[in-house]
């Protein structure tokens, strides 16, 4: 199968929780990426080394220990940046996963005076393919602001319905926010033509980027974006840690987020001058060890190559819409084109419900997930309640694929629905 | 396939999945209740008509609306058959017979005399992850029943139907 990474068995070694079973002594067949992804063996030993040699706080510890610590989260940083082409590694601030990165940046702007004060009147535009971290903080902030809340609706084909792009963002425009790939539909969205868009009334565009990130080479200027934000566990990092790139002048804009150590310049009892980026955002002890982890997973991702990655990708999600469509009453919700979408596929399988279909399929050791996705409103935008995903990533192979289907056709028989 | 799965989805349970008792919203009824469970999002609307009062109120009727998976529907099914025509107390004990089995996690022995048709989900209890879909309308059956015993005396009919969670916490 063109298209496939050629060295798929051995980057499959690397990840040592696929090759344990399961109940029945099954073989784990894991699709659930979207979801997290699985870590390679370099990403754990990294993080054990690190507790077991060079364990310490960092920036305020200044022994030889805290040094390298310190190094090791900073060089991070330096890793992160170069990943997502930032033009400066100030701009690259640690959070603990992608909603808070995304709560960071609206919390702020609530608080914002100045250009990026948001009013009574001003509007905020997100999408109805969000997924609740990029619904539920710009709700926040427009309640307390008295701004209105505005959003894309969506094609039945599963695409951001641009129509009327001309009347949702316009002058009263402060904020766009939108994700790049969904993680219900898979859909890529054209973020460039939506920033550009969103820039000529000066507004600032917010991407999540938590399903572009690990599927898809990123440079974050190319995008448009003002700010971009993605979580470390779905690019085969660890949990407990998250990314916020924004432009340099945009941060030094904000306020700060949280307050506490690290984030100051000075403290008096009476007022406090603040650090500047990326420490101004940064208060307390950052998880140390799994900005770590994220740096090495990011080195192992761009050793085999975020192209490639992506070609596989879209090879072994082609292949699955392909098998798909196939069976019976089964309905893809999203573009069916491989090309345009990522790697998470959501369907509905007539007269089963989710959470029968991924009990049936867990029997078989294959993992999916269902329900809503922390998507509820596509969810109804497509008139169901919850789905069925199955979602790949670069260690997927086309039998595990073959194994769902296998799986899928298992279930309505066990249902007899066929 | 797998003895596991087939401990979980009993025919019984298969059975009131495709042919669900007492389905549809129907009048008259005291209270109104709409759960739902965020992890997944099943839904249940679900209406009660009691008459009498106290600890002799019996249940003349439960109707529901409801979303969800087999495991959800079946019992919404089975509850509404085995506490229709029960006094409350009675309904009450059933169900606290069955939250034990649900909470029994696979070694509590269910008692057929009372739960009859719910000992099918005897099974589920060994799949964490599924006791709340099982639970889902019986916890709100209870709800809407205290709403209305504790609205005793009050002479009108106005529904509750109010949003009640029987989870607090949404998932990621």
Redesign the interface.
């Known amino acids: 199968m063109e298209g496939l990474l050629p060295d798929l068995e051995v980057i499959r070694k690397d990840f040592p929780i696929l090759s344990r079973t399961l109940a029945d002594g099954r073989p784990l067949v894991y699709l659930d990426s979207a979801n997290t992804s699985q870590k390679p063996q370099v990403v754990i030993d990294s993080m054990v080394d690190h507790l077991e040699r060079h364990n310490a706080n960092i920036a305020r510890a200044m022994h030889q220990l805290g040094a390298e610590s310190s190094a090791a989260f900073e060089e991070a940083r330096d890793k992160v940046a170069a990943f997502i082409h930032a033009p400066s590694r100030d701009e690259v601030i640690f959070t603990k996963n992608a909603s808070e990165a995304l709560n960071l940046v609206a919390s702020t702007l609530s608080w914002a005076r100045g250009p990026l004060e948001i009013g009574e009147g001003d509007e905020v535009v997100i999408t109805e393919m969000e997924h609740h971290s990029n619904i539920v903080p710009w709700q926040f902030l427009t309640e307390r602001k008295g701004a209105t809340l505005r959003w894309f609706g969506l094609t039945d084909d599963g695409r951001l319905d641009l129509s009327n792009i001309d009347d949702l963002i316009t002058e009263r425009t402060k904020v766009v926010s939108l994700t790049w790939v969904s993680n219900m539909l898979g859909t890529v969205n054209p973020v460039r033509q939506i920033a550009d868009r969103a820039h000529e009334v000066r507004a600032v565009v917010v991407v999540d980027a938590s399903q572009a990130v690990p599927q898809m080479p990123v440079d974050v200027v190319e995008s448009g974006a003002d700010f971009l934000v993605f979580t470390g566990h779905k690019v085969v990092g660890p949990t407990g840690i998250g990314v916020l790139w924004g432009r340099r002048e945009l941060l030094e804009q904000l306020p700060p987020f949280l307050g506490g150590g690290e984030m100051i310049a000075t403290v008096s009892m009476e007022r406090s001058t603040y650090a500047g980026i990326p420490h101004k955002f940064e208060a307390g002890t950052p998880p140390i060890v799994e900005a770590i982890g994220l740096g090495v997973a990011i080195d192992y991702v761009s050793a085999v190559g975020m192209d490639r990655i992506r070609a596989h990708e879209e090879t072994i999600t082609r292949y699955a819409l392909e098998q798909m469509t196939r069976i019976d009453g089964l309905t893809i919700l999203g573009p069916v084109d491989a090309e345009h979408r990522g790697g998470a596929i959501s369907f509905e399988i007539d007269g089963v419900h989710p959470h029968d279909v991924s009990q049936v399929l867990d029997s078989l050791g294959i993992a999916v997930r269902a329900g809503h996705h922390c998507a509820k409103p596509a969810h109804k935008r497509y008139g169901v309640q919850s789905s069925t995903r199955a979602s790949s990533y670069l260690y997927t192979t086309p039998q595990e694929i073959d194994a769902l289907i296998e799986g899928l056709e298992y279930t309505k028989k066990y249902f007899k629905v066929d | 396939?797998?003895q596991?799965?087939d401990t979980?989805?009993q025919e019984i349970i298969?059975d009131h999945y495709k042919n669900p008792l007492n389905a549809g919203l129907r009048e008259p009824y005291e209270a109104e209740v709409h759960h739902v469970n965020p992890?997944?999002?099943?839904?249940v609307t679900l209406r009660v008509h009691l008459s009498g009062t106290g600890e002799d109120a019996v249940v003349e009727d439960v109707s529901y609306a409801a979303?969800?998976?087999?495991?959800s529907?079946a019992s919404t099914s089975v509850m509404t058959d085995l506490v229709i025509g029960k006094t409350v107390t009675e309904a009450l004990s059933v169900l606290d017979d069955f939250q034990t089995l649900m909470q029994g996690r696979g070694a509590v022995e269910p008692d057929e005399e009372v739960l009859e048709d719910g000992i099918a989900f005897a099974g589920v209890a060994k799949?964490p992850a599924?006791v709340k879909?099982a639970l889902l309308s019986w916890m709100a059956w209870k709800d809407a029943t205290s709403r209305v015993l504790g609205e005793a005396g009050r002479s009108d009919d106005t529904p509750a139907g109010d949003d009640a969670r029987t989870q607090p916490k949404?998932?990621?």
């Open positions: 396939m797998s596991d799965l979980l989805y298969l992890t997944c999002g099943d839904e979303e969800g998976c087999s495991i529907q799949f599924r879909c949404e998932q990621a």
